[in-house]
């Protein structure tokens, strides 16, 4: 499975981005990025905008992302309600 961008927005409005990593070589280079190398500041720059990663196994389709949170937390607010953009990445 490839990896996952997800536009998203909570009970509250609010929009954020979230990414379900798969087994693709994008899923291993966020894991073990070096924020202190330069050949990883793309991938600084993307994890400055990701909110929360989901590992492959917490979801088996896109819409599982409805009724989890965007941040990990337990927070009702953070409720993630709907899915308004998906980008699979290459």
Known sequence: MKSKIFTIADKTGYATTVCWLGDDQFSQDIKNFDPDKVE??????????????????????DTDLVGKTWDGSDNPDHEIETVTYIYEIN
Do not use: N, P
Not at 53 to 58: G, N, V
């Open 40 to 61: 990883d500041l793309d991938l600084v720059a993307l994890d400055g905008t990701i909110s929360y990663y989901f590992e492959k196994a917490e979801l088996s389709e």
